[in-house]
């Protein structure tokens, strides 16, 4: 069954510091995709990069980078120059087609991140 | 600028007591979804509309409906809710028509059960 794995519970990283967020998934379609989302403790969900399976190129948006590692089913968030504001719950996500026609989308346990001053 | 709309932002209501959360899009998106979060947990898939067609996921109990009258609107109603029912509950919309399918969430509504 299609699994979207986040170990970490929490991280902590020093303003203006890089931070890698871990993501592992499994699943046995051969067409995929793979997001990251930022949710602030207003609630929403903010997209913030996304990776197809079959890009070879990690994907980039500005300071978030996608490390997508196809064999070893990892697509780890890494966010450069830490800001307070990126202090959040990030959620590691996957879209699975489905017969209807329409995608699932599932998510991870989410990881917290804290910026200190 | 289009976006995803949900009403009320915060709802409280009595064990039992029938409750509707509202969500609206202005994307024009033909997939709009319900999830249900707790407190830190991921958010799980209630249901989806894709145009509609109404897409049930099978753990979601039947105290849970949902009715999608356009493109633009879809509800959630919960018929009679228990303590465990209080969450966020979250409207997504996604299309076909985006490289990357990506879905685009509304505020979410955070629902208390007293």
């Known amino acids: 069954a299609q699994k979207i794995t986040q170990t970490q519970p929490g991280m902590f990283v020093q303003e203006k510091e890089a931070v890698t967020l871990d993501c592992t998934y499994d699943?046995?379609?051969?067409?995929?995709?793979l997001f990251w989302y930022k949710q602030p403790s207003s609630g929403e969900m903010i997209f913030l990069i996304y990776q197809g399976s079959y890009d070879e190129q990690n994907a980039t948006e500005g300071r978030y980078s996608l490390n997508f590692q196809k064999a070893r089913k990892s697509a780890n968030l890494v966010i450069s120059a830490s800001q307070l504001g990126d202090s959040a719950m990030y959620f590691c996500?996957?879209?699975?087609?489905?017969?209807?026609?329409?995608?699932?989308?599932?998510f991870g346990t989410g990881t917290r991140l804290k910026v200190l001053a | 600028d289009a976006m995803v709309i949900q009403n009320p932002r915060y709802q409280v209501t009595q064990f039992g007591k029938p409750v509707t959360l509202s969500c609206s899009q202005t994307?024009?998106?033909?997939?709009m979804y319900w999830y249900q979060q707790k407190s830190s947990q991921a958010p799980k898939l209630l249901f989806h509309y894709y145009d509609k067609d109404f897409n049930n996921e099978a753990d979601t109990p039947d105290n849970f409906q949902s009715r999608r009258p356009n493109t633009s609107f879809c509800f959630l109603d919960i018929r009679s809710p228990g303590l465990g029912d209080a969450a966020m509950y979250l409207c997504?919309?996604?299309?076909?028509?985006?490289?990357?399918?990506?879905?685009?969430f509304g505020p979410g509504t955070r629902l208390t059960v007293l």
């Open positions: 699943t046995s379609d051969q067409s995929y995709g």
């Open positions: 996500a996957m879209r699975e087609g489905r017969a209807s026609g329409t995608y699932k989308y599932i």
């Open positions: 997504a919309t996604s299309t076909r028509d985006n490289s990357y399918n990506e879905q685009f």
């Open positions: 994307l024009n998106h033909n997939v």
